[in-house]
């Protein structure tokens, strides 16, 4: 079934785009939210009318992106992580912890966006992060991965535990100690 989208979907297209989907999915999903319409000719002159506001959203769109672009791909993130001495992390730096490291330099991505080569970074270093924009722009940034080494103390004795039980011990071994002191002045 075709339609045109009355919303922007990152799954389907951006608004004003004809797209064939299923049925069902139209029916139950788009038209409710009002996210589609559906393909008659009614419909077409519609969006048509609205296709110079549609085009100047998306052409805002595309020099936001080229702005941002720019800014990121001037940036350098410094992250560090706990690591051991031979420079492998305690953890990994995934997507979502250079995306929080964004926001702490002021640029609000969702992680979605940044790819990270295979499933997170391991080790100390420098990586790149490439992160999809508008259309087809991506931004390409540096990140350092700076390990901080932990130290570990040597677990500490536990002092004992003083409760009812512990102390009934404690008492017998005190009248043990006791009982035995007046014998052994008997003896001698």
Known sequence: MKVILNKDLSTLGEEGDVKEVAKGYARNYLFPRGIALPYTPKTIKVIEARRA???AR???KRLDARS???KLD???LSITMPAGANGKLYGAVTNQTIADELAKNAFQIERKRIEI???GI???GKYKAVIKLYENQSAEISVTIIGQEIKT???AKPAPRKGRRNDRFEDKEEVKEDSSA???EQEA
């Open 74 to 76: 001037s940036l350098e």
């Open 68 to 70: 941002l672009k720019e």
């Open 153 to 155: 103390e040597a677990p």
């Open 182 to 184: 007046p014998v052994a």
């Open 58 to 60: 998306k052409e805002q």
């Open 117 to 119: 080569a295979g499933s």
């Open 53 to 55: 506001e549609i085009e």
């Open 122 to 124: 391991k080790n100390t």
